[in-house]
Structures are given as structure tokens and as C-alpha cells.
């Protein structure tokens, strides 16, 4: 049996400033809580027992064994899927990050949590090891993101900085792309296998702020040329686009 303490304390973790002083994240479903676990213990499980003995795994004294109708009491979702875990918020600082060496995805702003969920899994995809943030970006341990992520998570470290200050300390050496309306076709321009690739506000765009430190500005142009398109993509969508030719 699940208790009320602890009910309360997993639905207090929906809540940014909570995740951010217990330094916990909670993450649902066998597909995303395995993922995870494959690199993470939990602080904390919440399964079913078809989930347990599917795992061949016994609760620990701090797991709780639950019936489905519990585990609806506890969880965010809609459909619970078996299993909620409490994981730790994994340390991550912009020392850690090398855009001399790689290739970054940096978010300037970005805000709606399934865009975020989707960005990190497509950096997934592509071999991105980190996301930079900036501080209005939506938070990656939202439960909302987390589920959107679809365990991509375990792989993908969100850096969050004040942004502007980042790209301004950056060596020389570093390219800083970043995508406008009149920017130069991503399919002519020379690319490089590392750096900043800047991605902007759903509605915005990239900041003036962030701006002035692009240098190299790029744009996914619409075909045919001339034609009446719609005004702009969806973010996450043009991110999958620049990604993959920089792959290419």
C-alpha cells in the first residue's frame, strides 16, 4: 500500500521549485523508467506486480508494491503504465560541455514542454550528447517533457545558462549557427561536425541578445522559391531538419 506521504511528495515533484531543491524528477512508464534505469538507480519505485515480476525484480525497502487503482492515485498521466519512479536530477555544468569538439543544440526560450521532449529525443537520434538552455526555456524534468522524451533522457544532458553569457565566452574557434528568415540555405552553406546550433521562441524567434553572438546565420528555405508557405515550422521540426544536414 502506497502512503499518503508519499503520494503527496510525488505530486509535490510536479512542481519546478520542489524538483529543484529535492534534486528529484519523476518519470512514468516501463519504456521511459527502463531507459532511465539502464544509467540511473531510482530514489524511489511505484510499480504493479505484473511490472516487478516482468523484471524479475523484488521492491526495495524504499519501492512500494501497488495495485493498478494505487498507482492511478499516484500518477500524472492519463493511462498509468504500470511503473513511476523517482530518479535524481543528474549534475550537469557548462565546464562539462566541449563545442570545440561537438555539436550542441542551444535553446533560446523554447517553452512548450512537448517541443523540449521532442528536441531532446532528436538529439538523441543524431549522437547530441547535451542541450544548452537558457533560463526561459521550459524545465526538462517537467513531468510533461520527460514523458515526451520517451527515455531519450537518459542520454541527453540539458545544460541550463544564462545563454547570452555562455555564447560570449565561447573561444574563437567556435561556430555559432543560429536559424532566420534571412539567413543563408542550410543546403549551400558549409557546415561543421561541432559548435552551437541556436534554436529559437516558438513565436519569437532567437533573442536580440542572442543574436549578436551568431555568426554564422542559416535558414531551411521553402520550396518551391517564391511560392505562399506557411509563415514558419514548428521548432522542434526545423531543429530534426538543421541536425540532420549537419550530420549529413
Not at 512508464?29 to 523484471?55: F, N
Not at 517537467?142 to 573561444?171: E, W
Not at 513565436?203 to 549578436?212: H, I, L, M, R
Request: proline share 7%; net charge neutral; glycine share 8%.
Amino acid at each position: 500500500m502506497i502512503s499518503k506521504n508519499l503520494i503527496k511528495y510525488i505530486h509535490s515533484l510536479e512542481v519546478k521549485k520542489v524538483r529543484g531543491a529535492e534534486k528529484a524528477f519523476v518519470a512514468e512508464g516501463p519504456k521511459v523508467v527502463g531507459e532511465l534505469m539502464a544509467v540511473m538507480e531510482p530514489q524511489r519505485l511505484v510499480a504493479t506486480r505484473e511490472w516487478y515480476d516482468g523484471h524479475r525484480r523484488q521492491p526495495r525497502a524504499q519501492d512500494v508494491l501497488v495495485t493498478e487503482e494505487e498507482l492511478r492515485r499516484v500518477s500524472f498521466l492519463q493511462h498509468p503504465q504500470q511503473v513511476l519512479a523517482v530518479f535524481p536530477i543528474p549534475a550537469n555544468a557548462p565546464e562539462d560541455l566541449h563545442p570545440e569538439e561537438e555539436l550542441y543544440i542551444a535553446l533560446d526560450n523554447v517553452q512548450d514542454p512537448g517541443n523540449l521532449g521532442t528536441i531532446i529525443r532528436i538529439a538523441d537520434w543524431f549522437g547530441i550528447s547535451h542541450i544548452i538552455c537558457s533560463v526561459g526555456t521550459a524545465d526538462a524534468y517537467n513531468p510533461k517533457v520527460v514523458q515526451a522524451t520517451m527515455g531519450s533522457l537518459a542520454r541527453v544532458r540539458p545544460c541550463y545558462v544564462d545563454l547570452p553569457a555562455f555564447l560570449s565566452s565561447l573561444s574563437r574557434g567556435v561556430p555559432v549557427y543560429g536559424t532566420f528568415l534571412d539567413g543563408d540555405s542550410l543546403y549551400a552553406k558549409r557546415l561543421t561536425g561541432h559548435g552551437i546550433l541556436v534554436m529559437g521562441n516558438e513565436g519569437n524567434g532567437v533573442s536580440a541578445a542572442v543574436e549578436a553572438l551568431v555568426g554564422e546565420r542559416i535558414k531551411i528555405p521553402s520550396f518551391p522559391p517564391g511560392k505562399p508557405t506557411a509563415e514558419s515550422l514548428n521548432v522542434a521540426v526545423a531543429t530534426a531538419i538543421c541536425v540532420a544536414e549537419f550530420r549529413k
